[in-house]
T-cell receptor, first 114, second 109 residues
Framework: DTGVSQNPRHKITKRGQNVTFRCDPISEHNRLYWYRQTLGQGPEFLTYFQNEAQLEKSRLLSDRFSAERPKGSFSTLEIQRTEQGDSAMYLC????????????FGQGTRLTVV | DAKTTQPNSMESNEEEPVHLPCNHSTISGTDYIHWYRQLPSQGPEYVIHGLTSNVNNRMASLAIAEDRKSSTLILHRATLRDAAVYYCILSPPPQKLVFGQGTRLTINP
């Protein structure tokens, strides 16, 4: 098991373009989380899946953001009509269903909107 | 989400113990105390968690006050690789983790 995998690691896009990130969680982890982190700040919660169901979505997540987890395996996070303020590190984490909170994070996707 | 208070930064010397404090006076009975750390250019990494009793693992020890309103993460013998931002988080499982600003730990050689 190679841990949580995120692709791409870096993405540079022009303002107004759409981008999609992928997260492959640890096998058999039912829970999957997306976070956003800007420089000097702690990670901010975006959304959470239990299997394929999206159970919680932060108010920080505008309607330009959408996340999916088809079949309860990998997940994608799409940002439409990117803005410069979307520049950040996007982190994915997964945890097992029976755990008491231990989450495993990927190395993140760094998005730069120019 | 219950709030935690941590010092912005701390400094210690290599091979010495480090005690990282966290105050959480509004903790509820179902909240677990979690500690994560984030090394530069890495995603956060789980360190330890506990509910009421002190906990030990290969990375650290967690000392929880009797009233649970504060806790201390103890690194028994700091190395340069322990330099990171340490986050103290309260969460009733299986809820999401809500990160604060954390404590930036600097280790001097």
């Amino acid at each position: 098991d190679t841990g949580v995998s995120q692709n791409p690691r870096h993405k540079i896009t022009k303002r107004g373009q759409n981008v999609t990130f992928r997260c492959d969680p640890i096998s058999e982890h039912n829970r999957l989380y997306w976070y956003r982190q800007t420089l000097g700040q702690g990670p901010e919660f975006l959304t959470y899946f239990q299997n394929e169901a999206q159970l919680e979505k932060s108010r920080l997540l505008s309607d330009r953001f959408s996340a999916e987890r088809p079949k309860g395996s990998f997940s994608t996070l799409e940002i439409q009509r990117t803005e410069q303020g979307d520049s950040a590190m996007y982190l994915c984490a997964s945890s097992p269903n029976r755990g008491r909170g231990e989450a495993f994070f990927g190395q993140g996707t760094r998005l730069t909107v120019v | 989400d219950a709030k935690t208070t941590q010092p912005n930064s701390m400094e210690s010397n290599e091979e010495e113990p480090v005690h990282l404090p966290c105050n959480h006076s509004t903790i509820s009975g179902t909240d677990y105390i979690h500690w994560y750390r984030q090394l530069p250019s890495q995603g956060p990494e789980y360190v330890i968690h506990g509910l009421t009793s002190n906990v030990n693992n290969r990375m650290a020890s967690l000392a929880i006050a009797e009233d649970r309103k504060s806790s201390t993460l103890i690194l028994h013998r700091a190395t340069l690789r322990d330099a990171a931002v340490y986050y103290c988080i309260l969460s009733p499982p299986p809820q999401k983790l809500v990160f604060g600003q954390g404590t930036r730990l600097t280790i001097n050689p």
